[in-house]
Nanobody, 116 residues
Framework: QVQLVESGGGLVQTGGSLRLSCAASGRTFSNNAMGWFRQAPGKEREFVAGISWSGGRTYYGDSVKGRFTIFRDRAGNMVYLQMNSLKPEDTAVYYC?????????WGQGTQVTVSS
């Protein structure tokens, strides 16, 4: 089985930056495309960014293009999300998973709060 743990969230002001980390335990998942997702209160979980198993292709939701970057370290079983130029509307709990996601693999997520 695979377990995923997200970290790196926090409270920042508008225009600030954060880097989120996703650590996997158990079986490796280097053959999977990976993604970051987020969920704000009262809203559905939303796709943020994805990366192919090799790291050679990346994909972004329209609202974060040009501001966020996803990258992965297959040897270390890590996936990262660099977030720049943060806006209040980025406030949410952020999760990592395979892309497409496997429901049993959702972790606890990490809270990102952007103040005005």
């Amino acid at each position: 089985q695979v377990q995923l743990v997200e970290s790196g969230g926090g409270l920042v002001q508008t225009g600030g930056s954060l880097r989120l980390s996703c650590a996997a335990s158990g079986r490796t998942f280097s053959n999977n495309a990976m993604g970051w997702f987020r969920q704000a209160p009262g809203k559905e979980r939303e796709f943020v960014a994805g990366i192919s198993w090799s790291g050679g292709r990346t994909y972004y939701g329209d609202s974060v293009k040009g501001r966020f970057t996803i990258f992965r370290d297959r040897a270390g079983n890590m996936v990262y999300l660099q977030m720049n130029s943060l806006k209040p509307e980025d406030t949410a709990v952020y999760y990592c998973n395979t892309d497409p996601p496997v429901k049993d693999n959702w972790g606890q997520g990490t809270q990102v709060t952007v103040s005005s």
